[in-house]
């Protein structure tokens, strides 16, 4: 069974590049990793999917090594509305999917 | 606004009552989740459905019993809950099993 793990949490400023990891190892081979953001009271939000190498949107980048036993989230230039918590999502190798527990970002002013 | 809908926002039930949670969703997707959200707990993965047929049951209790009448609607009926079933409930929607479209969730508290 897939192990994800990611930090709890993560502060930061207004205007700083923030990378969030998740370690994650016995995942399905041919599947995308996609990371999601929450806010308090509401639903999870889809952010970026990828399944290796780079990949960038509008909001954020997702960086995936070779191995696909990690996933970094890349926020550029943070403001005070990305205070938030971040899940990363991932099948195992089962087609199961599993979750992060989240990582709680907190960007100060 | 993802384009799902979930009723009621809140919800307070006793451990006898029998109440149903609503998801609603027209972006014409195919598959429809049942999440459950407890503080400082990941997201757990209740029930899905691919359309209309139940995919996965993830060892939830029964006194969680979920419906799919039609693509578009998903119901979780609740009977006999217990306190600590006291959690955020969300409903998602994906269109390819990957990118998934949340509902805003039904907050339940059970006395």
């Known amino acids: 069974l897939a192990k994800i793990t990611q930090p709890i949490s993560m502060d930061s400023y207004e205007g700083q590049e923030v990378n969030i990891t998740c370690s994650h190892n016995?995942?399905?081979?041919?599947?995308?990793i996609t990371w999601y953001q929450q806010f308090p009271s509401q639903g999870p939000r889809f952010i970026i999917q990828?399944?290796?190498?780079?990949v960038t949107n509008e909001v954020a980048s997702l960086f995936i090594p070779a191995d696909r036993k990690s996933s970094t989230l890349s926020l550029p230039r943070v403001s005070l509305s990305d205070t938030a918590v971040y899940y990363c999502?991932?099948?195992?190798?089962?087609?199961?999917?599993?979750w992060g527990a989240g990582t709680k970002l907190i960007i100060k002013p | 606004e993802t384009g799902v809908t979930q009723t009621p926002r809140h919800l307070v039930m006793g451990m006898t009552n029998k109440k149903s949670l609503k998801c609603e969703q027209h972006?014409?997707?195919?598959?429809m989740y049942w999440y459950k959200q407890s503080a400082k707990k990941p997201l757990e993965l209740m029930f899905v459905?691919?359309?209309?047929?139940?995919?996965e049951n993830n060892s939830v209790p029964s006194r969680f019993s979920p419906e799919c009448p039609n693509s578009s609607h998903l119901f979780l009926h609740l009977h006999t809950l217990q306190p600590e079933d006291s959690a955020l409930y969300l409903c998602?929607?994906?269109?390819?099993?990957?990118?998934?479209?949340f509902g805003p969730g039904t907050r339940l508290t059970v006395l």
């Open positions: 998602a929607s994906s269109p390819d099993w990957i990118k998934q479209f």
């Open positions: 972006l014409g997707h195919n598959a």
């Open positions: 459905y691919n359309f209309k047929e139940q995919t």
């Open positions: 016995n995942i399905a081979t041919n599947d995308y």
């Open positions: 990828g399944y290796k190498t780079k």
């Open positions: 999502l991932v099948f195992d190798s089962n087609y199961q999917l599993i």
